[in-house]
């Protein structure tokens, strides 16, 4: 069976990083299968999705490298066509990329003990996001 879930969330931008690990699991429980997979799907173009171990020191870490890979102060065409001055965003959420996908075992999340499910909002304001969760499974 096929279970289509919508997790909405209200972000501050600027690299805004959101563990949605638990909500990412209350709609496996609520699709109510035991074994298959999770396709977890940002449907915005400034923000990416991955796994992380949660705690300070990293996020201080991916917060430079971002800076070091898609920096903040050099031209870019995007801002050159639509002049909204968030070219770095979408750079840095195209290298991060859209989805991930975790198996499910025993109506749960596949994931390490130090792994959680995060968002990484790149944009250069507040914004309201969704982020789709599809369970494929029986
Ligand atoms: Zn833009």
Not at 15 to 30: C, W
Not at 42 to 61: M, N, Q, W, Y
Request: without cysteine; hydrophobic residues 40%; glycine residues 10%.
């Amino acid at each position: 069976m096929i279970f289509t879930g919508e997790i909405s969330l209200k972000t501050k931008g600027d690299g805004e990083i959101i563990d949605i690990t638990a909500k990412v699991q209350k709609i496996v429980t609520d699709a109510g299968i035991t074994n298959g997979i999770a396709t977890v799907f940002v449907t915005h173009s400034t923000v990416g999705i991955t796994t992380v171990e949660f705690e300070p020191g990293l996020v201080a870490d991916l917060d430079k490298l971002w800076e070091r890979l898609a920096p903040k102060n050099i031209p870019y065409g995007h801002d050159a066509h639509w002049g909204d001055g968030n070219g770095y965003a979408h750079v840095r959420a195209s290298l991060l990329g859209a989805s991930l996908t975790v198996p499910i075992t025993e109506k749960k999340l596949v994931l390490g003990t130090w792994q959680q499910v995060i968002i990484v909002d790149f944009d250069n304001r507040p914004r309201s996001r969704i982020v789709i969760v599809q369970v494929m499974g029986e």
